[in-house]
């Protein structure tokens, strides 16, 4: 078991780093968190309102990819611990805009990864390899859709041979095996996590389940790719935290970890739980700053637009290894992980208008009126 006292938290303002950051203050109150994000649209320090005077937690607004800004970190808080999760992370955004995917995601990574070795080499061994401090980890997040897409049967376990198909998913394959290079070449003690669709409080409305939420309490077209029929396996954020974190403590450098719960579900399936869900909570209860009138919420919001290109048909996790040879298990249903989700975003509507401000409707229209 590792303590580590100085934790590189980056991506901390997004949505699974804010939900991770403030499970290791609450969890590992003797680690020290330095959170650093660029801040684009998908982060937000509203996320974080709750913790920002931690005595344990540090925030510095920079770029994953800035050498100097990233080597001088590891100086001045003598970091032990990586946990990468800056990216971009949308798909449908990398159909768009393919480039910054592969300079954040991919640029940046490595410049981590090469500040990892500088500041924890201790010196070199006989054959050459660096040598390293005691209980230092470089953690890279990843996800299952650098394996593909599965058919109608199958998992994917951490052997499934890498076969991404959108720009997104092929930069975070690449910084996978940009990670397993500087483990087998320098040793560095990495370890990889991949982890399938992750929901709970705080992700951006560009993402299927808050978006579908917000469209509906605006009584907004629902819109569904294609048939509707591709299946994600469904994780709540919570649960990844503490995957991440099982892994952090008892991984094995040079291993890579499956994270998922077993909740495989089409995203039709999701979209009739949300309509579903959140009528009968308006039935039921009011809150704060909805107006929506329940009885205008029906299946006639539900839309199928043009596909996604390239769109993955299926997303299957085995997570036998974590849960074997680790001890990990996910502690949510799905059924009470969605239902906590909803009343989430409906209880805090201007956390979801203000993120929904400046550009989102921009954006908004752009993805979806030529669809
Ligand atoms: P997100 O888009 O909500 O957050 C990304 C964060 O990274 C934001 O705070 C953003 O400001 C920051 N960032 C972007 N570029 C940066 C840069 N150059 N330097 C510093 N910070 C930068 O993403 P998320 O959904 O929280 O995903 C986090 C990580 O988990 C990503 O690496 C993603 O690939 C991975 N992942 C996500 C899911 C999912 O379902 N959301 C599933 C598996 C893996
Ligand atoms: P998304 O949340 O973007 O995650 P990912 O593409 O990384 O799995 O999408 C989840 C699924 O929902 C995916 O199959 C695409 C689909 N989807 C829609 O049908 N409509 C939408 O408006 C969005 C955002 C996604």
Redesign the pocket.
């Known amino acids: 078991m590792s303590d580590y006292k100085n934790m590189l938290v980056t991506g901390g303002a997004g949505f699974i780093g804010s939900n991770f950051v403030k499970y290791m203050l609450e969890n590992h109150p003797e680690t020290r968190i330095i959170n650093l994000d660029l801040l684009t649209y998908a982060g937000n320090l509203e996320n974080l309102s709750d913790i920002e005077d931690n005595d344990n937690y540090v925030f510095v607004k920079g770029d994953i990819k800035d050498a100097e800004l990233v080597n001088k970190l590891f100086e001045d808080y003598d970091i032990d611990s990586v946990v990468n999760f800056a990216a971009e992370s949308?798909?449908?955004r990398s159909i768009e805009e393919p480039e910054i995917f592969l300079t954040t995601n991919v640029l940046g990574t490595q410049n981590l990864l090469e500040a990892a070795k500088k500041h924890w080499q201790t010196g070199t061994d006989e054959e050459g390899y660096p040598t390293y401090k005691d209980n230092v980890r470089f953690h890279q997040v990843s996800?299952d859709?650098v394996y593909g897409a599965l058919g109608k049967e199958g998992m994917f376990t951490e052997t499934t041979p890498l076969s991404p198909n959108s720009p997104?998913s092929s930069s975070k394959a690449s910084a996978d095996l940009v990670s397993r290079a500087y483990n087998k070449t320098f040793k560095l003690p990495i370890t990889i996590t991949r982890c399938s669709?992750n929901y709970g409080p705080y992700q951006f409305p560009?993402?299927?389940?808050p978006?579908?939420i917000g469209n509906v309490l605006e009584l907004k077209d629902l819109?569904?790719?294609?048939d509707?029929m591709?299946v994600?396996d469904w994780l709540h954020v919570k649960d990844h935290c503490s995957g991440i974190d099982t892994v952090l403590q008892k991984g094995e450098p040079g291993q890579v970890y499956n994270i998922g719960g077993n909740n495989e579900k089409a995203?039709i399936e999701?979209v009739d739980l949300i309509l579903e869900n959140t009528k009968k909570n308006l039935e039921n209860n009011s809150y704060e700053g909805i107006d929506t009138n329940p009885d205008e919420i029906s299946e006639e919001l539900k839309i199928h637009?043009r596909d996604?290109l390239g769109?993955?048909k299926r997303?299957a996790i085995d997570n036998t290894k974590i849960t074997t040879e680790l001890g990990w298990s996910p502690s949510y249903t799905f059924e009470d992980g969605i239902a906590e989700t909803i009343e989430w975003y409906l209880e805090n509507q201007d956390w979801l208008n203000n993120v929904k401000s400046g550009d989102y409707l921009e954006y908004y229209e752009n993805m979806?009126s030529n669809r």
């Open positions: 949308h798909v449908d996800t859709e997104y669709n560009e993402k299927l389940i978006l579908m819109p569904i790719y294609g509707g591709q994600r995203n999701i637009v996604r769109h993955d997303y979806y």
